[in-house]
């Protein structure tokens, strides 16, 4: 179970999150594609864990969070597809 952070450790985070967005910025689209996709078949392969430990930490069924995980490893995928073909630089 994760503690409460404290304002040096939400700093640290923060820094550590703009230093990968600087890294992430420059991957092309496929390789931003490939992340999303190994990130959904991770949270799958992770499934159970996963939902075990937010049903200790959310108090929600189970049910809900497979659902919400489902979901949440269809947006990752359809992203993906999307990002892959840059059909949004267009807009």
């Not at 390789?31 to 108090?59: D, F, G, H, P, S």
């Amino acid at each position: 179970m994760q503690t409460d952070a404290n304002p040096a450790g939400i700093e640290s985070e923060v820094q550590a999150s703009y230093e990968a967005f600087q890294l992430f910025k420059k991957t092309s689209l496929q390789q931003r594609a490939r992340l999303l996709k190994t990130i959904a078949t991770e949270l799958e392969i992770q499934r159970e864990v996963l939902i075990r430990l937010a049903i200790l930490e959310t108090n929600l069924t189970e049910a809900r969070l497979h659902s919400e995980l489902t979901r949440t490893i269809f947006q990752l995928t359809s992203y993906a597809e999307h990002c892959a073909k840059g059909f949004w630089l267009d807009v």
